[in-house]
């Protein structure tokens, strides 16, 4: 039983980071569906430390893990940046594509990387087993793993910098009304930026954590399976807001982590289901919660329309 | 030297491709006095107003604040040196609160950290001083429209700004609220701040203006003290010519009953009142009846609800004697009702469809047009040829322009000829003239008069008051989802139909 | 000229091929960045493809592979185009392709069905799978991108446990249809002679390109395509015509399913691979559709043409010098030129702008020449 409380803490930890990058980026007025791409690369970024620098003391190990991958997260995300915002792209077709072009590069880089190391590996991936213990804290039969504290952070650095500063209000309003936010002096342009590149540093933070507590070697040519994609259900659930996000988040992390350990757990091994129905579960759920949470969603009125300031 | 101009723009000319929106305009605003910007639509009011705000830059021409020039480059600007306006279009945050709209852009903050109380503190303040009576801590999608107006207003005043200008700001308000905004307005000059009035209703103009400048088609016509004027006069300036206001009709011949709505019901989507309750009317052959009311007040859920774009929650519409309460769109269109939508982008047309194609929306599956399954392209560009030429629609290249490409005017009469010309019992027009110009609003007027002189029911829904005295046979006020009277237009006055329309008075009405 | 850059197709010619050349360009970038010395001679052997062998037979038999597998990403390409002309976004595509081919592969292997009803019912299957969306979207307002994405990772799962029935016994693949159920196999009625007796060059492939036509006449000529198209534009104007909005949604979405099915359907019913039963991610397959069909231009003549270079590139990614190189440079190719394709509406309208503010000056000189000439 702990153990399930503990995959649910630390997966719904994940769907928390980067249901809140989610959050920002559609605050500020864009849909980012390439969320599932920034985890990948900021994933990629926090296993690069972890490969090229193994030996580091644990806590500078977490700092730097930390800051990979929001560097990749962030790098990553002003692809979406550049075409939504000043370009006016299609949300959707730039978001599909960079999903795509993240495993496409990921890989391509991994194996690049592998094969110059060792002529004769080919494969797409890194192993971390050592550095990942320093993310690791035994407290009793309860394994603490950093990435919950981060998860914590992130929500009340969310909820702080969303209804209490100044910088916030300013985002949201980018994201209901631009033309009112424009109108009032604010920079419509620069305040989607920062959503985005704040959907960046969330986005790579949550990619980092998924591989890390998913495995310690991870296969780049696989993606992140749907989860930047749960993320935005758990996002929609949430009703675009932090504190909901983060029920939303623990009550998914919970279907998630029943397909890691129902085995272990005496009843519903003896269920006898297939594991085929534990995989498939968060995903069905997600369908089932986006049916009946849609019809009254209160997305921000202005999201995925591209500003452009000589329309008025 | 003292300055008697708080704002001049002097000369200004803004060209757009293929149109001078402004040429050669002259506008000079004394401090503390109330100025009357009046022009049709298009004359190139809001285009003047946006290169005070810094939206637009012109080609020619200089501004001055108190005698001195400056250079407007974006609203920030025009911000700086205490310019204010409020939108006609209000530039609000439905789903912040009144106080966050007020400070948005100018947050009072410790380190980024929002100080809420002392902005709290300055907006009570103001609110008192100007008789205002907002609530800060509100939503904007709960309170009234004159409330956010207010709103508005207070957003200059926090910004404290001496220049004031209001787009168009008793559109969306009753007669009623229209007083209390004037006074307001009195007020605030009063206390030294200088506003810029724009609007075409002449009737306002004369209440509350000292002096009024107008414009036509882009050019600069003359600016007259209100005392030494009539609204006559001014209309004339307007327009260029006398324009009759009035439209030429015969008493109307009512006939049999066409449409016979009983108790109907239609749910509201944000709140849990109904957003129309209980209603019933009737329209007959040869008679032009007008749901009169102040926006939002259940008109457009009971077009809806006509129409079948909303189910209804209760009670029964019959249609040329057939009930048709629970009947699909086009059941209705085909049995005898013509729809001319309120909002002609959102419902009217497929911007991205050809004209041709928008002009056979609601015929297209009927056999001249349609074989196996097949469009008959040949038929449907005889047919728009003759819809084109019949109800002169212009447009770039004929049938193949896309509608997105057409002039406001010509997208409604493209619209207008289709929804005639399927020749219905009931002709379902809402706000049809709404942004014309005054050549555009004659016409489709004419056209309404011509369908019920041809024997047609015609339903008009209007917000305009001089549309609802002038057109109709019958008015019908609406009021928060009810029909709270029923007026002749012959005989009713518009402070009469003021008072319906705001709920000060009603009656129990049976059609 | 002017005239032929305002046309329409000729604007979107341009940007697809500026598309493909950029894409090329910056994964030549990427190669020189991994190692400068085979970089160039790889990215030629990624255009080259089956150019590569040296004889003639060699080179059909491998434009043959291309061709194989073009007809299913033909048909996701159709798939996603279909939808988006109705303003849906089909990102499902891929799940509604793992569909088609799991029950098409089902059908063969297990129950030794014709191949004709093999396809039918994958057709089918890919419909009520697709339907789910359609439902989703037009009753509960579920955006289809993200309802699309999970039944792509439920059918990947349902599909693995499906197949493992019909699985050899020491490998994660499905059994060889040809061993299994010869009737399964789609004839290919003589077309394997014309390319060096490749027996997986099926019908499929004019198939492919005989429905992309009925698709071109489907959506421009028809009253259904009318309907769809006006859903697509402005779904109110059309409920205000009093089309059935809704049901239009789902039917659109259940077309484009459909479609996709039966790419799956077309390449493992030709037997050239087989389903593995332990892999772990969505096929590519129905996301490389996206490419096709943006590349493409959105019109399904375009498609075939796009789908054939995708999968060109695609296999000759198998020949980049994989010493040095991965072959997915072919996958980050593709999937840079998607990003590129959020650009095109950008590019056509700067185009588009150009030309017009050109015209405008000229115009504008004429009546002031023509008022001078009025003066004099």
Redesign the interface.
Known sequence: MLLLLQYTIIFASVLLLVALGGCFSEHSGVIN?GLEGIMVIGSLGGALVMRFFPGLPPFVMVIAVILGAILFGVAYSC?LGV?AIN????Q???????N??A???A???V??MN??AN?ND?S?SIQYIEPKKSFLIKIGGFEFNWFMLVAIVGLVVAYVVLY????G??L??CG??P????????NVYKMRWAGVLISGVYGGLGGICYIMVSASEWKF???V??FG??A??VM?FGQWKPTRIALTALLFGLFRALASVYSGIGFLARLNI?S?VY??LP??I??VV???T??S??AP?AEGIPYDKGQ? | MDQQYAIEMLNITKRFPGIIANDNITLQLKKGEIHALLGENGAGKSTLM?VLFG?YQPEEGVIKKDGVEVHIK???DA?RLGIG?V?QH???????TVL??I?????P?KA???QKGEARAKVMALSEKYGLHVDPDALIEDITVGMQQRTEIL?MLYRDNEILIFDEPTAVLTPQEIDELMVIMKNLAAEGKSILFISHKLAEIMAVADRCTVLRRGKYIGTVETKSTTAEALSAMMVGRNVNFHVEKKPSKPGDVILDVKNMTVASKGHKKNAVNDVSFKVRRGEIVCIAGIDGNGQTELVYGLTGLEPLSGGTIELCGKDITKAPIRRRSTGGMSHIPEDRHKHGLVLDYTLEDNMVLQRYFEPEFTKMGFLRRKNIRAYAERLIEQYDVRSGQGPVTMARAMSGGNQQKAIIAREIDKNPDLLVAVQPTRGLDVGAIEYIHKQLVAQRDAGKAVLLVSLELDEVMDVPDRILVMYEGEIVGQLDPKKTTQEELGLYMAGAKRDEVIS | MKKLLKNDAFQTLIASLLCIVVGLFLGFI?LLF??PSGAASSIVEVIKNFMHFSSGKLRLKNLGNTLVKTAPLLMCSLSVLFAYKVGL?N?GAAGQYVVGSAVSLYCALALHLNWLLCILLAFVAGAIYAA?VGV?KAL????E???G??????AL??A??ILSNVKEPTSPYTLHITGESPSSLIPSLGLDKLFNNNSYVTIAIPLAIIIAIVILVLLNKTKLGYELKATGNNKNAAKYAGMAEKRNIILTLMISGALAALGGAFLYLSDYEQWSCSQ??VP?MG?NG??AA?LGGLNPIGSILSSYFIQHITNGGAYVD?????S??S??I???I??L???V??LKYAISSRLEKSEEKRARKAIADHEKGGEE
């Open positions: 569906l692809l075409a370009f006016k792209a299609d959707t077709i730039v978001g599909t594509a960079m795509m072009l495993t496409a590069a890989t391509v880089f194996k690049a094969t110059a002529p080919v797409a209490k500063t100044r910088f209000l300013r949201m309003a209901e009304h033309q009112a936010a424009d109108s009032v002096g604010i040519d696989a993606g399976y749907g994609f749960l935005l259900a929609i297939p085929t995989n498939m995903y069905i997600s369908l986006l049916a009946l849609s019809k969603s209160r009125k008025r | 946006s939206l974006d609203p920030n911000n306006m939108h209000f530039k609000l945050v439905e789903c912040f966050d709209n400070i948005l852009g100018v947050e903050n980024g950290f929002l957003k | 990427v991994i190692n976004f990102i789910i989703l509960c307002n579920v955006n991108v993200i309802s994405i999970m039944l792509n990772w439920i799962y349902g693995n446990t772990s991610s590519g996301f996206i490419a943006f994989l010493t040095k190189y991965s997915q440079i996958d980050l593709s999937s840079i998607i990003y394709c959020g650009f509406f950008f």
